[in-house]
């Protein structure tokens, strides 16, 4: 894993705690308090990332998108969960440096998952969401294009409640899946 050209330590120390992110959010709020209360996470994956503690993870975020409201949520409940698994999250408008240092491709890409040991090693991140859900969304909805504004606002909440639906039944264990296997080969 290359090391970020900047110092992040700063950005995380200054970052916003969960609670932090959700009391300020002026969109997408209530999406975010169901998708954190939504999953039962097994005891394979508090057991994976207990083994893996303690763990800084930096998220790269802004609250209108709904990839942040869901996976975000999703993260920030299972550092809750997860004795000595701290989550910072950075507001993307408030941190370009950082943006652009986690760039996917050259493409800013929310959310940005960054894992790191307490040196502030880097030790796996990700972004926007898993692979299934980015095959299906530029693959079947948007079919070879990178613009979902040019869905039709009935085909955009047919979308919207379709994605919803996916990412409960599916991505979001494919999610913490692809989390996983960042983390699975670090020497801890």
Same mark, same amino acid.
């Given at each position: ?24 959010? *002026?969109?997408?709020? /209530?999406? $975010?308090?169901? &998708? ?8 394979? #994956?508090?057991? +994976? !990332? ?42 993307? *408008?408030?941190?370009? /440096?950082? $943006?652009?240092? &986690? ?8 959310? #940005?998952?960054? +894992? !790191? ?46 994605? /919803? ?24």
């Amino acid at each position: 894993m290359p090391e970020p050209k900047i110092d992040v330590a700063p950005y995380y120390n200054g970052g916003l705690s969960w609670k932090q992110f959700l009391a300020s959010a *002026k969109a997408n709020a /209530d999406q $975010m308090r169901d &998708y954190y209360g939504a999953f039962e996470f097994d005891e394979d #994956v508090i057991s +994976f !990332f207990n083994g893996r503690t303690p763990l800084q993870v930096l998220a790269i975020a802004e609250e209108w998108c709904p990839d942040v409201a869901q996976n975000v949520a999703v993260l920030a409940r299972i550092c809750d969960e997860i004795p000595g698994m701290e989550l910072s999250v950075v507001r993307r *408008k408030d941190a370009p /440096d950082l $943006m652009n240092e &986690y760039a996917t491709e050259g493409r800013e890409r929310i959310p #940005v998952v960054a +894992f !790191f040991d307490m040196t502030f090693r880097e030790l796996g991140r990700w972004s926007g969401r898993c692979r299934s859900a980015d095959q299906w969304i530029f693959g079947e909805v948007l079919k070879g294009t990178r613009d979902i504004t040019t869905l039709s606002d009935a085909a955009s909440a047919s979308f919207a409640s379709e994605y /919803d639906k996916r990412f409960r039944e599916k991505y979001v264990w494919e999610t913490i899946s692809e989390w996983q296997h960042l983390l699975e080969d670090e020497d801890y």
